[in-house]
């Protein structure tokens, strides 16, 4: 399975830069994508930022900037013209709702600089900037967040967001593998999987922040087949890991790693409901994934036959979504 993942991984990514499809908290690091560092997100700096409404002159021009024909140039930096677009939207938003929503529209805008791209440099580039997006507005969640939650919620929160951030790279790695596995494409695998993850997180900081301030807010529905799902123990670290992910042959795929135990690799069928039955390579493991949305994913082991690392009747439970 590991021989192919790189050419499922190129082709996933790929379809979506083609197609345009897009899918914290404090001070942001940008570094060169190209040398396949990523973007720090360090919630030990924030940044003061008032809830009050832009005048009528800073509303214009915001309304001027967000107007503005996106050039394509791929040695610009855009993280200041996505700041910008992110206040715009935050700005003409109702609700957190809607914000969620309207940053969608920044990704569509931004997304002919992942059309026009043409070299490998070009594509690592491009994919970086759409990461920047739900970089720059999980930030602005945050801070929004912090202001207005009471001590014990905000320090809950801030402990998840913290353990986010420290697991970020073992998840890269977990799903994507290593910058010597996929060579100069590194850089765009990496900053398509941030993509994905943290605009997965500033759903969760936008739900959190809604209930603080009394709105209604309902998460997207999330796959009920492919995912990436961890055990932290309430810690910075992975302890145990579930990924589920379709092959490039069309196959689903399932890699479970259970802290002092072992790792499995093997495929599942969907039995609807979210429930996948998995049967891995060598057939020596068979179970039962249940995919619980956005409150995580178990492994019931129903059968096995020879030396296993598992054991029969044993229950794995990953709470921590990425």
Do not use: H
């Not at 791209?117 to 930030?139: C, F, H």
């Not at 919620?153 to 998840?171: F, G, H, S």
């Not at 890269?172 to 997180?201: A, H, W």
């Amino acid at each position: 399975m590991k021989r192919g993942r790189i050419l499922e991984n190129i082709c996933r990514i790929w379809l979506i830069l083609v197609i345009g499809m897009c899918v914290g908290c404090g001070k942001n690091e940008a570094v060169d994508s190209d040398s396949g560092a990523e973007i720090v997100t360090s919630v030990d700096s924030e940044t003061d930022q008032s809830e009050e409404q832009p005048s009528s002159t800073e509303a214009e021009n915001l309304d001027e900037r967000w107007n503005d024909t996106l050039e394509i140039d791929f040695a610009y930096d855009y993280s200041e013209d996505i700041k910008t677009d992110v206040d715009y939207m935050v700005s003409v938003s109702d609700s957190l709702q809607e914000e969620l929503e309207n940053i969608e529209k920044i990704t569509q805008k931004y997304t002919p600089l992942a059309e026009k791209a043409q070299t490998q440099g070009e594509m690592n580039v491009s994919s970086r900037w759409l990461y920047v997006i739900w970089d720059t507005e999980l930030n602005d969640l945050w801070n929004r967040f912090s202001k207005l939650a009471d001590p014990q919620t905000k320090e809950q929160v801030l402990t998840d967001q913290r353990n986010w951030i420290a697991m970020k790279e073992e998840a890269t790695f977990l799903s994507i593998g290593s910058s010597e596995e996929n060579g100069s494409m590194y850089p765009l695998l990496q900053n398509s999987f941030l993509e994905e993850i943290t605009k997965n997180r500033a759903y969760i900081l936008a739900e959190k922040l809604a209930e603080v301030k009394g709105e209604t807010f309902l998460m997207p529905e999330r796959s009920e087949k492919y995912g990436l799902y961890v055990d932290n123990q309430g810690t910075g670290d992975i302890y145990s890991s579930l990924i589920t992910r379709q092959g490039i042959d069309g196959e689903d795929q399932v890699v479970i790693s259970a802290y002092r135990q072992g790792e499995i690799e093997g495929t599942f069928i969907d039995q609807g409901d979210g429930k996948l039955v998995v049967t891995s390579d060598d057939g020596s493991v068979k179970g039962v994934i249940q995919m619980n949305g956005w409150n995580g994913a178990s492994f019931t082991v129903t059968e096995v036959t020879g030396e296993s690392p598992f054991a029969e009747g044993e229950v794995f439970e990953f709470p921590f979504v990425f």
